[in-house]
Structures are given as C-alpha cells and as structure tokens.
C-alpha cells in the first residue's frame, strides 16, 4: 500500500506532551495521527493514510456493531540508548494478526503492509515514545467490519487503523506478584473457538471473570479448559509461565484455545538459550496446587506484550489459597525479565534480530 500523508493542524503543544509523557499510565493518552486503510471485495486494500488522530463516524448498522466480526493486536516501541527508537517484534504481530484475520473471515493485511503503517505512525509520532525505565510506545492496530447491513455473513467491507498511546507499567507501582483468581465458572475458550485469535470478543467474555476476581480481592483470573475443567490455560490477558525446583520451564501447550503470544515466545526463545529445559505441555490445576505446596514449582509468572513479565504470587479458589516459593518475585523470573527488557530497550546484542530500527538517533 501506499500511504497519503496528512499531518495534523492540532498537534498538541511540547509542554503538554512532556506532562502526558510523565505518568502516561496505560491506553489513557494517545499521539497526534493514526493510520487508516480500507478494503473492499472489488478494490481490495486502499485509501491507505496517515492522518490526525480523531473519532470516527460509523453507521449504527455497521457488521461490527451487531456481530463483533473485528480483531486487534499489541506491539511495543522502545527508545534506544542512542535516543532512536526501535520496534520489538513487530513481523510476528502481523503474522498473528493474519491468522486472527483467518478465523474471524476478515481480508488479510500483509505483513509488509502492517509493518510499513507501524514504521509511519512511530517516525511521526516519534516525539511521543517515552524515555525511561518501563516506558513505551504502545501500538494498538485493529481491523474492523463496517459494512451497512444486517446479514449475518462475512463483511464485504472492512478498515484497517492503527493508534499509539504512551505507556508506564500495566500494573501501577512497583514490581509485585500479582494474585489470580481460579475461576469455577467461566471458561475463557474452547478448541475449535477463537481462543488462538487475537479478537475482542474473548476479551469481552472474559471480563465477567475478571470482575469475580476483583470481587475476591485478587489481580486477575486464571482459566482452565473448557471440556474437563483442569487443565491450566492462560490469564485474562496473559500467558502463564511455571518455574520448576530444578530450572526446568512449563508452559501450557497451545492447542488452539491459547493465544500464542509473542512474548511468550521470546521468553521460551530466550529461557532455551539461558540453558533451561523448556517444556509445552498440558498443566493440570492440581499440579500446580500441589508443586506450590511441596516446592516443586518453584516460581509462576505471567507474560503478554502489555506486563512484559509479571510475577504470579498466591492462587486463590473458593476455600483455598496456595503460593510458590515465598511469594516474593523469583530469580528466573527476574533474570528473564530483565533480559527481556534490556533486548527491547538495546541494551544487550539483538542475536534474534527482533528489534525493527524506526527513528535514528538524532544527529
């Protein structure tokens, strides 16, 4: 695609930028542009442009109002030590994207296509991307089904739109563990649903669950499978990952009701490299109960694009509580953090190739 440019007339001033850019929270402030493309059965993908950042007018018939027919990804920029920028990772997202796009019957955008708007939007917008340990350019691409009609079917037209927001740590504070709730009601998916797809209605079926762990004093829910009610399969928002007395990393298989998160991947990538055996396989919940009450699970951490890596403390359920170790962050999932956060942030060589230079340092 090629990409009309169109500058924003209301950018916001330096001085309101930098005030933004010291707590920016999370997905709360946004950059000046974003990026649109449409597509249609008979033109394919055009109109593609950079433009300011602003609401939408979409008719109230829209297939994605009515039928949720819309997916949606997460990938990160990092300031460098040489003041550019650089995206971490960003083919893998658009690789996923496309597989989401699969499943829920939308056009696929090619990853060069979904690479080149991310390029765009961070070069533009490069004066939003944080300084600072835990700082970040958050980049939400999502494409939507906006056909006029009420037919359930496969959208005949869709748009594609890139944001970016300023973001601080998911979690607010400093690096705690996080308590999750084991959830005995819902399930989050099912194989043959659309668990392996990044789209938002997983996201909206989980957060009755979500609620019911706040409820119950906890930081987010843990789900098992849906057939047989035991088998771990991931956070609301992240994947789950167990560090064993010996070293060795679990880590629930992805069966198709899992999302293969990126950064789950580059921490099993990084864990095979540190020397750890690394196993992907089905995680029973009691296993996990009795591992964190006999010590054989040593450490459980989360990992997702948004909390990077976050250590898991206690496990609650109706009538019971169990944590690994002694509740404090563990060594490996420390190591693996940093070590994942040093590679985004260029500090440590990029053997992997993942890190995408966008913005050179300035001269």
């Not at 970016?164 to 504070?173: D, I, K, L, R, V």
């Not at 992997?352 to 300035?362: D, I, K, Q, S, T």
């Amino acid at each position: 695609m090629q990409f009309t440019v169109q500058p924003s007339g209301g950018m916001v001033d330096a001085e309101s930028r930098a005030a933004s850019l010291a707590d920016p929270g999370f997905g709360r402030v946004f950059t000046d542009h974003m990026v649109s493309a449409r597509w249609n059965a008979s033109a394919g993908w055009h109109d593609a442009r950079l433009m300011p950042y602003g609401p939408l007018v979409i008719d109230p018939a829209s297939a994605v109002l009515h039928y949720s027919q819309s997916v949606f990804e997460g990938l990160k920029a990092y300031r460098q030590p040489d003041g550019g920028v650089a995206l971490f990772r960003p083919e893998s997202n658009a690789g996923r994207m496309i597989d989401s796009c699969r499943r829920l019957a939308l056009p696929e955008l090619p990853v060069e296509d979904f690479v080149a708007a991310c390029d765009l939007l961070v070069r533009t917008d490069a004066a939003w991307v944080p300084d600072g340990e835990a700082a970040s350019l958050y980049l939400r691409p999502l494409m939507i089904a906006d056909e006029v009609g009420l037919m359930v079917r496969p959208s005949d037209s869709v748009r594609f739109l890139l944001i970016a927001s300023p973001a601080g740590s998911y979690f607010t504070g400093p690096l705690r563990p996080i308590s999750l709730w084991l959830t005995q009601e819902y399930v989050r998916a099912a194989v043959g649903g659309t668990g392996a797809a990044k789209c938002g209605g997983n996201y909206a079926a989980s957060l009755v669950a979500q609620r019911e762990a706040m409820d119950h004093g906890c930081d987010q829910v843990v789900f098992v499978d849906a057939v047989e009610h035991r088998w771990v399969d991931e956070l609301a928002g992240s994947n789950i990952v167990f560090v064993l007395d010996d070293g060795t990393l679990v880590t629930p298989e992805l069966t198709g009701a899992i999302l293969p998160g990126v950064t789950r991947d580059t921490v099993l990538t990084l864990a095979r490299d540190a020397g750890h055996r690394v196993e992907e396989r089905r995680v029973d919940v009691d296993e996990w109960r009795e591992g964190a009450r006999s010590g054989r699970i040593a450490e459980v951490f989360a990992c997702g694009t948004a909390a990077v890596i976050t250590p898991v403390g206690p496990l609650k359920w109706p009538g019971g509580e169990v944590t690994a170790g002694d509740g404090a962050p563990g060594p490996t999932t420390l190591a693996l953090r940093q070590q994942v956060i040093d590679l985004q942030y260029g500090r440590t060589p990029d053997t992997h190739g993942w890190l995408r230079r966008v913005v050179r340092p300035p001269a």
